[in-house]
């Protein structure tokens, strides 16, 4: 991607998070999908923006959203994955754990992402060949790139509705410090990639929109993430909706312990 691109990505993912924002205080409504999963009015509308943008900027990509689907071929060269609002939970309740999110995959692998955190106005980005930077209202930092991580030491980060008995298992049995429970995985992967954790495990399979600007910026950074079986996720769409969802849990973690850490995670999670 050239700079040019990047900016216009960046400056999409920016008008999304304020319209979110304005819609908070405007106020919305709340809708269950078909999966009984929470949608609101700021998730359809903040679609419709990225959704609309993206096709005027790169016409010739497909653009696959969680509230609208797939448009476009699913063997594009360029496919766009957007999660207008990840972590729709929270922004219901009118609590920090949500950002909007939009993704590349080439040649069926997360190359870039942008991650933003509107509530509080603090953006990720990186991908293949791209710096990984936090911009904040401090301004731009570079992440951190080589961190050298004591397994002793390391910190899990997880979601909010992790189950308990699970969770202090998982504790138990790896030796994990506890970290921050928080809703988002892009906010979870982005903290991770920050330096405030040095594990994530998603204790439930994913969908396309959840993983790809997290990975992506994973890969910049120089983490690693897998499947719990240790493979490599598929990005390879179809029309298919089913397609879409990751089939196993995710685990990413941070310095050169990647294998011993999905083990450990994986043994205990066959424990409970």
């Given at each position: 991607m050239n700079h040019?691109?990047?900016?216009?990505?960046?400056?999409?993912?920016?008008?999304?998070?304020?319209?979110?924002?304005?819609i908070a205080k405007d106020g919305f409504q709340t809708m269950r999908k078909a999966d009984h999963s929470v949608v609101t009015g700021a998730d359809?509308?903040?679609?419709?923006?990225?959704?609309?943008?993206?096709?005027?900027?790169?016409?010739n990509d497909a653009?696959?959203?969680?509230?609208?689907?797939?448009?476009?071929?699913?063997?594009?060269?360029?496919?766009?994955?957007v999660d207008p609002i990840d972590g729709t939970r929270a922004y219901a309740k009118g609590r920090w754990g949500y950002c909007v999110m939009v993704g590349k995959v080439r040649q069926a692998r997360p190359v870039f992402g942008v991650i933003y955190d509107?509530?509080?106005?603090?953006?990720?980005?990186?991908?293949?060949?791209?710096?990984?930077v936090r911009v904040d209202p401090d301004g731009v930092v570079d992440l951190p790139t080589d961190r050298h991580i004591d397994r002793q030491n390391m910190r899990l980060i997880t979601s909010s509705s992790?189950?308990?008995?699970?969770?202090?298992?998982?504790v138990a049995e790896t030796g994990f410090q506890k970290g921050r429970r928080v809703n988002s995985v892009g906010i979870k992967v982005g903290m991770l990639c920050?330096?405030?954790?040095?594990?994530?495990?998603?204790?439930?399979?994913l969908s396309f929109w959840d993983t790809v600007a997290p990975c992506a910026l994973a890969v910049a950074t120089?983490?690693?993430?897998?499947?719990?079986?240790?493979s490599n996720p598929s990005y390879k769409p179809s029309t298919?909706?089913?397609?879409?969802?990751?089939?196993?849990?995710?685990?990413?973690?941070?310095?050169?312990?990647?294998?011993?850490?999905?083990?450990?995670?994986?043994?205990?999670?066959?424990l409970s």
């Open positions: 040019t691109d990047t900016e216009r990505i960046v400056a999409i993912v920016r008008d999304a998070g304020r319209l979110v924002e304005q359809l509308a903040a679609d419709v923006l990225i959704r609309d943008a993206l096709r005027e900027s790169f016409p653009i696959l959203t969680e509230e609208h689907g797939l448009v476009g071929p699913p063997d594009a060269e360029n496919i766009w994955v509107s509530y509080r106005d603090v953006l990720w980005m990186g991908g293949e060949r791209i710096p990984a992790f189950p308990d008995e699970l969770y202090e298992r998982l920050d330096g405030d954790a040095e594990v994530y495990f998603s204790y439930h399979p120089g983490a690693t993430y897998s499947l719990l079986d240790g298919e909706p089913e397609s879409w969802v990751h089939d196993q849990p995710f685990v990413f973690s941070v310095g050169e312990h990647h294998s011993d850490v999905v083990e450990a995670i994986r043994r205990a999670v066959e």
